[in-house]
């Protein structure tokens, strides 16, 4: 069966860059490396909008996130966490694990933090040294307002704003250091359309004296050993080569596209899809929605895992259900990945017909046809 | 230029593989990588020769040595390290950061552990939770007698067998079980043959009563979680898919090759080699060489590093110098990976060029010759 990748990651991955990683291996200590590795490390500024130093690791996004809490706070630190969907828990639970006193922010799942709710938290909780939110949060598919908080936490110089923006960095804009962002992750299986394996973290001035003070232990996470690392053009362990390799020609692609057309090719793909949700009478299930991916409600009566179900193994097409309480209540599709237009088409057909297959009547080429509208005159 | 790659690590895949690898990227959550994981998990567990669960994570070869010592022990527990090389060090680094205090035997780089030193130590020290080793010391080329080791830890209910074989696992005979070996970890990138981003770690079942007290943190590595999600046939946090799927196209030929001709292949590839060494009138560093890697002393008066440097930026051919005190002292050639006999071949050849290049006599061919004739008649 011809396959089509949809989910918020991984991704479809463009074969060309498939075929640059498929090229023979290069060892990670030499000179042909460390040149591959500058350069990539330089066009990530690109996309991050930094200066800051920014590190690759071997390990899914997780492991950034990880390393995110290990090198910058000590057991006893407190920490503000937005908790907004499963992956505003995992900060809350990378807390606990490291002996970290969390002060949760709440948010119904599919909303926006108030950013009001952290300037009072904050200021209840001045001894908080970071904030942790995600840019995006892939299971609600809802944006935070990570500008308006940079905002908030730069004033005050004894706290970090941590951000999860491993669904968000390259789909949308994020001016990590015009906004204040101290420690940014990100992943290879998103938005920069490669096999998961590869976390990188962008550090700030302000966080390096974190980092340089925390006490929590970490030893293959380490970016001060990063840092010393990346001095000497190379990383603290042996680098995933490939990965960074396929990372260098997507970057160059991206670069050539620039970020604002990068940017407006994911927002055209999600309003594209938002409109023709509309017009099959269904509903998106985040109310702040963002364009990195489309989180449509199951229509009563149907189970979001069967449309899920019926389009991977009778269609072919993997998209993603919902996770943890959303399990069965929705279905998303990813805007960012190797994916143009047509698939967008694709992917409104398939849920017009498995729809109509599981019992809910939807018009035939309703969806697809206000898509169409949508690319045709927008 | 035509390049060979022959460093212990990163080593050259298999186009064929690499080309597995490069095809469409499936998600890590559907029932199709459901089926290839737990197939690479059954077929990693023949080349363990072991029952125990094998956990498969993205990180490099030290992020499953960071999981074997946060995941077994607790802060102020104690552990003996074997050190002989740059890799014991890792050991004794690790169990410092998790505040694990070490009582460590020191070996000369070059020599193996001396079986009867560790069962002293531990009469002297019975509290020691775990024995860390090298099943081999890619640093010196070292093997260490683990076999021997585990007979002695076996006897004690309240200490594990925690074994570093990231170059030794696929090269030679290690049997996890019978050996009594109780945390294995390998890596991708060695003997496995592909990029680097892979570790894998065997947990015996001694081992899971020490992971369900231990106090250390963790989160990204945890065995506990890992073992949940492998009763759901996934990984804890997002699979590095392409590379499993390379792991289980390598995982098939070892199989159709079988583990008695796959380590002949390596003993044979050092073998020959180590012929060719002598008859050049060079010396192996190590008193207890494996048939991992051959570690050649740089003649007198030459330094290793340019002997590295003229294989590379002259021929095109990646061998390995020495870390910390060695560098500059040796230089080091891998027999696993995707190699050949004819790989050998060029090895010598290049090294009897580079030598006298670098001004160091070596009659053209004596080493070639000699390797010749041990492929001839072996």
């Known amino acids: 069966m011809k396959r089509y990748l949809m989910a ?3 991704v479809a991955v463009d074969p060309h860059v498939m075929l640059v990683m498929a090229e023979p291996v290069i060892h990670h200590r030499s000179p042909q490396f460390s040149e591959i590795l500058t350069r990539v490390r330089e066009d990530l500024k690109y996309v991050y909008q930094t200066k800051n130093d920014i590190f690759i690791m071997a390990s899914s996004g997780t492991g950034g996130m990880d390393a995110s809490v290990s090198n910058m706070l000590s057991p006893g630190d407190k920490a503000i966490c937005i908790i907004g969907g499963k992956f505003g828990e995992r900060w809350a639970e990378l807390c606990q694990t490291y002996g970290v006193e969390t002060v949760n922010i709440d948010v119904e799942w599919g909303r926006a933090v108030d950013p009001g709710q952290v300037e009072d938290a904050l200021s209840a909780h001045p001894d908080c040294k970071a ?4 840019a995006h949060e892939t299971s609600t598919g809802v944006k935070h307002p990570v500008k308006e908080l940079g905002e908030i936490v730069a004033k005050r110089d004894n706290t970090l704003l941590i951000v999860d923006a491993i669904s968000a960095m390259g789909v949308y804009d994020l001016k990590t250091d015009e906004w204040g962002l101290d420690v940014v992750v990100s992943g290879s299986q998103k938005s920069f359309s490669l096999p998961p394996g590869l976390s990188m973290v962008s550090v700030s001035e302000k966080a390096w004296r974190f980092a340089e003070q925390a006490k929590c232990p970490r030893y293959y996470f380490n970016f001060l050993k990063e840092r010393k690392a990346l001095a000497k053009k190379t990383t603290a362990y042996t680098s995933a080569v490939s990965l960074i390799i396929g990372l260098g020609e997507v970057l160059k692609q991206f670069k050539a596209m620039g970020l604002d057309a990068l940017f407006a090719h994911h927002r ?4 594209a899809v938002k409109t023709a949700v509309a017009s099959m009478g269904l509903e998106l299930f985040p109310k702040d929605a963002s364009e990195a991916i489309t989180v449509i409600k199951a229509p ?13 193994e009778e269609y072919g097409i993997t998209i993603a259900g919902g996770q943890a309480h959303l399990k069965g209540k929705v279905f998303r599709i990813s805007h960012y990945g190797y994916l143009s237009e047509w698939d967008m088409i694709i992917a409104i057909a398939a849920i017009e017909r498995a729809l109509n297959q599981l019992g809910h009547k939807v018009a035939f080429g309703s969806g697809v046809a206000a898509a169409e509208e949508y690319f045709a005159n927008s």
């Open 300 to 312: 009563e009566g149907i189970d979001g895992t069967e449309v899920v179900k019926v389009l991977r």
């Open 268 to 271: 055209r793909l999600s309003e």
């Open 131 to 134: 904030v942790f939110v995600q």
């Open 8 to 10: 918020p990651g991984p």
